[in-house]
């Protein structure tokens, strides 16, 4: 019931398929009072309800009501709707009347389309003890209430929501059991309390854990999260939807919502947004208005500022640039820059979802950008590439930097013992902000060369790079330093090589693509691609590289924006031949296989295996079990998402090999 | 003309006086073409407009109906209008076909409110000469244009440019040379080709330079600033007025004017924001649409974000939040960043004007928020006040941290060598993120008290506390330092004290009262406030101190929310006999003496001089030029703007001494 219709970082906008019609993700539920809703809240923005089967189940009228008319009529709401179970109210009051089973029952009675289990919400930071015999009963309820939907062929969706408390292991326990359920949905319970008390940190520790032992292929929910300022952060750590309770239990109170906080009436003296509401009142208008009408116009301002925030988080998915909205949003609170600071700590787990490749340059803007899934990529796979005999470490220039590099290169440190020169055995690499080391030959290969940081450096910024300059440097016999990074770093060195003048970079074409394709497709890919006798056609206007012939023969083509490879027929055989299933590769069952030849695009269902490497938009091998090749196309997911989805494309085709 | 209602960083909420009405700054005023204007402004939020003279002038037909029914019907706006004059053609095609004198004529026959005289703008980076030259034309224009005025009586406003290219002594010598004309309002002139190339860290120089040397009782308009994206900066920085074309031309290029930078209608899978149009209408429905119909709805939708955004940056001056709502504005773009870094150059500028409190707290956004005025200011009284011979330095805890230190402290390394402790000789400091040292008597001071930062520490900051430690030892015969800072700071301390383990610190009232007054009023003031027999009125709610009397006199207050002092009778009288003028004195002249004994608030214009070191929201003493108390009070303004303006108050008085 759930796609993937774009990604960023561990965010992406999803299509949930429902049985009263389909709901864009991230999505924002509000929360619709079965009696005393008087917003329409469709008007704004909302395409899917949330509302309490409990409280109705609670009320005679209500009751009779909903089990007549059906949930959609009771509360005049044609979109889906999802219903909570009583499990707050369980949390408030320590008991509810109803039972597991009676409130599934109930649910499936009024037709709703997503119900829940009556789970235990554990609060944080209770004792142990407590919050696994919490959790034990959650689970047990989740099991029961799936295995009476199974029973009696209910028709509603169902939520098996994630508790745990503050216990990391307890949550990933929970993670895993659920997921064994395949429930439809998966909320994120019980955290309402650690952003009352803005402890977003442990917010982190508790949806990335949660995150991280749930499927790929469903929807998650972050229940209770009804603040704009959270929406970016929850969604880049994969959430796909929100409730709204804040939208009218914040306007009861006169206070404004914004993705910058909270404002109180009170303390305003101009309206806070460019909603019509903001537009067209003032601060003394609504101080000097009955209670009633105010609540419902600072209601509507929440409700703009909660679907603008919705809207702008999808696009900055669309265009790639969803971390840098997420550091952005972060600076609002000391305590949000803390999660956002602590997300890094989750660069891995980021890094298995984040696209190979984005509409957008990376923008750094801050010490937090150093902790992007992009640089950690980066300087994995700069491990991993075959290394020669030196290094010759050059200063950050202009971009792209090779255009800047030539002649005299000036004076070169020396980082082990001299030795002679071996420039044909040398690699040549720029030291810059965020991204480290850059070899030259990379360096207009998506982020390297798209990417932005402020002149005016930090110190994080450049513990980091040193950091990593020291690194590299034992991967090699003898390194170059250049006088100007000896001048900044202050590293202890204080010879110069005798042939520091002798030291130049050569521009070369063959040497350039070779490395671009090892980057891409792994060491010795270069080799393997382009033997035989090279030829290079370039674009007139940029003189950039675009296609690459051997022999008389389209290998390659070179995509301007990213620099990647996009390759021919005869380049997949050439990469297919020159490495080992599982290797750039995505292995399709005996089912799909004409349907591959033909070139059809590739659902994730047919998918038996694929390279744990590969990420969305990366270009691939499309083989059967018997590594013969197929096709050769564009992932739309990573390895994960591949592997778990059961529905949706996960390759598209670029071409099938008969 | 000018009025300063509310301040914070450098800048103000003031409101301008027109002819056709006040307008309250900051201030946006959209272009409206003579000619082909659609868009009513006023429904946006517009309060002033600017058109220009110089196409009106050179279009027969347009310039006979303006001198007969004059510019307001003419464009059909009955509030105030600016004219430019024709500069820009000037700049663009070399020439124009009026003089200096003609254009000043010809607006005030127009009857403009705010006319421009023909300055030239200067491209930045030009060769010198062309500027000084070109400088010198501007600067004698501006004197010719406000001499025929003063001579005809013209009833218009006038505007004089500064210009100067990116010489940023250039830029100085005009702001001085102009503000000695005393023009009514001071545009900042060709920085446009700064921000289209995104080279705003060089506009900050510009802008610095510039405000530094123009009045502060006069308005500052960064001409052809037009993206929301940079007012806040440029508030902040003391621009009060912006003018936007881009409203219209980035819409007639499909694109999104918002605080996050541009958006492009062909990359939008959602609008970007909560406005009318956003909510109205979808990507795809703008795309399907008429290019007129189309450009007039995102023009609108770029009228509403950008007076959004100006009414957000009132709120922020208004809450004393601004400098926050900048560092998260200048996340957006690196160059942004990089300003926003560069700002940091200034800060010894911007402490000269940003209010001693605020209604906020200080909440920390990263590195650059080390550059805050607040924390400059600190540190410099800091240093100013006497030292007992040694210094205690503990680490933080969450705050007040007078509540977390009691009892055994644990283990101190010495710096210095060892000498026999005394403990009533010595001063006890916390070493925390962001102020660096803060005495623990200070601890519930603004805004050592009222300040968050993040728990996951940067390396910016953590360099920047240990960097005022290396200071503040230095200070002292002996330091002692806590184990749990040595141990994260690594400086190189080996020898724990002997007496370690006898290392308290004591609570004490009247130390503390004394610490703040001397923190608040400068060193000594302790001793000479709180002499005789001190009692204190403490709050049962909170256990505060909020009275203190010394022998049955009531001597000062202390305010809840900030923990500083406001004076009694008594109190101004003993500060007042314990200091040499200025020293916390506002001086008024003679005429004012009896208004202001009889508690009437005190004008600028009175004000014969005071001391350098006032900002608003301090408690000052009101003396004659004999240095007679008169009074007590409230600043209003720095001590830059008191001396400045001629119109407006500048102190609130609290109560006359008769």
Redesign the interface.
Known sequence: MFEIK?KDSRGRVGVLKTNHGNIKTPALMPVIHPRKQVIDVKK??ADIVITNAYLIYKDEDLKEEAIQKGLHELINFDGPIMTDSGSFQLSVYGDVDITNKEVIEFQELIKTDIGTSLDIPTAPYVDREKAENDLKITIERSKEAIEYKNENNFQMKLNSVVQGSTFLDLRAKCGDELASLDSDLYPIGAVVPLMESYNY?DLVDVVMTSVNHLPDSKARHLMGAGHPMVFALAVAMGCDLFDSAAYILYAEDDRFLTT?GT?KLE??????????V??NYTPDDLRDMEKDKRRDLIAQHNL??S??EI??I??AI??GSLM??V??RC?????L??AC??LGVYSKDLEQYDPRVK?SAF??????SLNRPEIKRHLDKLRDLDKKRDLVILPSSKKPYSKYIGGKLGEFYIYGSEMELDLDNTDFMVLDIPFGLIPVDLDDVYPLGQN?????E???SL?FVEDIMSEFVEYYSQTLIHSKIIKKFDVGLYNIHSDSDKIRFKKDDIRKIKSIADYQFGPESGEALFTGDISLEKSKKTGKIRHIYSDGKLIANMRAADSFFVLSTEGAKRLHNSSESPKNRVIVNKDSEPFTKEGKSVFSKFVVNCDKNIRSNDEVLLVNEDDELLAYGKSLLSYNEIMDFKIGQAIKNRKGIK
């Open positions: 774009a704004y923005g940190g910058r404002y303390n305003l003296n101009e309206m806070p947004c460019s909603c019509e903001c537009m703009f500022a679907f603008a809207k702008l999808r696009q669309y265009e840098e909205l550091e952005e600076r609002v609170h000391p305590n820059l803390d600071r602590k509409k923008f750094y803007t801050g010490s937090e932005e940081s402020p002149k005016i930090d110190f994080d513990n």
